[in-house]
């Protein structure tokens, strides 16, 4: 199995750009999570989603940000428009009943706003 | 909020050397996790403990849940250099894992 697949690895764009982070959950995986990661804040919940809904986007920080999970296999997360502030290490991870609860995380992208 | 503080933050040892990770909150969790993340890397689950008072060992890793369910401890035997990395335990108040808290970090560092 390839695992939970991220792209871009790194993405370095300037302040008020739109940027579209991508996410291909594990197959057969239904529930989808996306976090964010920075020194000062560590690992934050931001929206997850289960068969491709949005159950709780309560960590999403302000309207700039959205998320979409068009179906089974695909998830992205858009800032538009960016700030510096959002530089940070974004995580997808998906899960299904059946892992009992265990978290598949993808390797991440590295996003710097300039 | 619910609020896991790690401690320590910085761990930096000689190899074979014991280390305790510690995850404390005020908060009462269904189930907690712990993960290792390594540079450039998500992280990975290393343990799930669901019971109060619980006790898993993998290898030479020890972990323990509190017998209250709000608080953790990860127990390194004889370190190793490939033990490096960032361990991050996870609060998960639904027992689905759909809305971990993750803690503050330890960043363990194991040196020849």
């Known amino acids: 199995d390839a695992g939970v697949i991220q792209s871009p690895r790194h993405e370095v764009t300037e302040m008020g750009q739109e940027v579209t982070l991508r996410c291909k959950p594990i197959?057969?995986?239904?529930?989808l999570f996306w976090y964010r990661q920075t020194m000062m804040r560590g690992l934050e919940l931001l929206i997850y989603?289960?068969?491709?809904?949005?159950?709780?986007d309560s960590g999403m920080p302000e309207d700039r940000f959205s998320a979409k999970m068009p179906n089974a296999s695909f998830s992205t997360l858009k800032i538009q428009p960016s700030e510096p502030r959002d530089s940070a290490v974004y995580f997808c991870?998906?899960?299904?009943?059946?892992?009992?609860?265990?978290?598949?995380f993808g390797s991440g992208t590295q996003l710097s706003v300039l | 909020t619910q609020l896991l503080e790690q401690s320590p933050q910085f761990l930096s040892i000689q190899e074979g050397e014991n280390l305790t990770v510690y995850c404390n909150s005020s908060?009462?969790?269904?189930?907690l996790q712990w993960y290792r993340q390594e540079p450039g890397e998500g992280p990975v689950l290393l343990v799930t403990?669901?019971?109060?008072?619980e006790v898993k060992k993998l290898k030479r890793l020890t972990f323990q849940f509190g017998d209250a369910r709000k608080d953790s401890s990860l127990h390194i035997t004889a370190a190793q250099p490939g033990d490096t990395g960032l361990y991050l335990c996870?609060?998960?108040?639904?027992?689905?894992?759909?809305?971990?808290?993750f803690g503050t970090g330890t960043r363990l560092q194991v040196t020849l």
């Open positions: 991870a998906s899960s299904s009943s059946g892992t009992g609860g265990k978290l598949f």
């Open positions: 197959s057969g995986h239904n529930s």
């Open positions: 989603f289960n068969n491709n809904v949005p159950i709780d």
């Open positions: 908060s009462v969790f269904s189930s």
């Open positions: 403990v669901v019971t109060g008072g």
């Open positions: 996870a609060g998960d108040p639904t027992g689905t894992a759909s809305k971990l808290t």
